[in-house]
């Protein structure tokens, strides 16, 4: 995923490509190229490295592409108050590096990891799979900053960790998709990082998966990641099982993981799964960033990615619904079944590339019609299929307010226009 910053062919949304492209090196550069474009209503989508923009629609015009890559800056670390502020270009790998030395961490947890950055995933609104334990990106926000529609930068909330009151106007920017305007810094609050970090990987033999879901359920200690992965083996380089994999990971005090482990291996071990492999240290990094990835990568341009939020008390069936769904349309699922979130993400594969498009396009409508709770949002797609597609489905009953505030931020519609619910 090596990407030339200047060529114009980075920035392909589908099949559109940008007729500029533009990389400010600082926010007051930014902030002119914003008024410039906005003076000859000029499109603009914002990027940072292009590893979340498969979420959401197409934008309906695409004239400028506009990267963050060189705001990258680390502008403040206080380890004693548990606080970081970042440029929106820094990566998230180089982000966890850094508080990293201070035995500190935010949980990101994105695909991509030394691609994704900082302004990326909070754009893109990505739900991180241990959220269940350690909560949305959008919490660990205290401050914030953006660029908007005529080149002011404004900002909201600062480097104090403490309840806030009134509007919380910086967190309107975290999944907006830069229909709101680009934001150009972030301030966190940092957690203390675990003592000890362990993953988790087993394959599952023939008719061992209904047992092994239980005992996870009742594990003493509850994992901060769970889940259920079939197929996906050339994103995720570990041994596939014939009815697909779990991975767990176990997060916490020395003491208390190497009791966890203990448990988990023999609860394992009586449901029938005979060989785990562990990952620590960097080698649990490289192996939990594989499977993060594994969430949007495509295959080749014969795959659509969908996910259904929910209840973990109905993942299973609802990912039941998308992977027979699937089949009916002629398309290979393969899924992450996720049983802390209840995420069910599902990755549909054709055999028969040519006719891709329409046959996703229908398979995506039934599926919204049979999960109705928690119809499937689009989060990735091969070229040539997304132009099809409405990413959301039907639209909020807040729709109205939301394209009041659009209107609000973007008067001039010059932000990635129709990325978002609603066509906004």
């Excluded at 998230?92 to 030394?114: E, G, K, N, S, T």
């Excluded at 259904?308 to 009916?328: H, I």
Aim: charged share 20%; net charge neutral.
């Amino acid at each position: 995923m090596d990407i030339d910053v200047h060529d114009p062919r980075a920035y392909a949304l589908d099949t559109l490509l940008p007729e500029h492209v533009h990389t400010p090196a600082t926010v007051h550069q930014l902030a002119d190229l914003i008024r410039a474009h906005k003076e000859r209503r000029d499109t603009i989508v914002f990027f940072g490295n292009g590893s979340l923009q498969g979420i959401g629609n197409l934008p309906t015009r695409y004239n400028t592409a506009i990267s963050l890559h060189h705001l990258h800056a680390l502008i403040a670390h206080e380890p004693a108050d548990l606080t970081i502020a970042v440029q929106a270009g820094m990566t998230i790998a180089d982000f966890d590096q850094r508080l990293a030395r201070q035995r500190q961490f935010v949980p990101l947890d994105a695909p991509y990891p030394q691609y994704s950055t900082i302004g990326g995933v909070l754009a893109s609104g990505w739900l991180s799979p241990r959220r269940a334990a350690y909560g949305r990106s959008r919490e660990f926000l205290i401050g914030v900053s953006a660029v908007l529609n005529d080149g002011t930068v404004a900002s909201a909330g600062g480097m104090v960790v403490k309840s806030s009151t009134g509007y919380d106007l910086g967190k309107l920017y975290v999944g907006s998709l830069g229909t709101l305007g680009a934001i150009v810094r972030a301030n966190f609050k940092t957690l203390p990082r675990p003592q000890v970090a362990r993953l988790f990987v087993a394959p599952l033999p023939e008719g061992s998966a209904a047992r092994v879901v239980p005992v996870l359920a009742d594990l003493p200690i509850e994992p901060t990641l769970c889940l259920r992965i079939s197929g996906f083996e050339n994103d995720i380089d570990v041994r596939p099982g014939l009815e697909g994999r779990i991975a767990v990971m176990l997060e916490g005090t020395k003491s208390t993981v190497e009791r966890a482990t203990r448990d988990l291996r023999s609860a394992l071990g009586l449901a029938g799964v005979p060989d785990t492999s562990i990952f620590e240290g960097a080698d649990l990094s490289r192996a939990f960033a594989q499977i993060l990835t594994a969430y949007v990568a495509p295959v080749g341009n014969r795959s659509l990615t969908v996910r259904s939020l929910g209840l973990p008390t109905t993942v299973f069936q609802r990912a039941a619904l998308l992977r027979e769904t699937a089949k009916q349309y002629h398309f290979i699922p393969e899924e992450i079944i996720d049983m802390r979130t209840g995420d069910a993400i599902v990755r549909l594969v054709a055999a028969d590339p040519p006719s891709l498009a329409q046959e996703a396009a229908n398979a995506l409508a039934t599926m919204r019609s049979v999960i109705r709770e928690a119809p499937p949002t689009v989060i990735a797609g091969g070229a040539g299929i997304r132009h099809s597609l409405d990413a959301w489905g039907d639209p909020p009953n807040a729709l109205d307010k939301m394209r009041a505030i659009k209107s609000q931020f973007d008067p001039t519609g010059i932000f990635a226009p129709g990325r978002f619910v609603g066509g906004l």
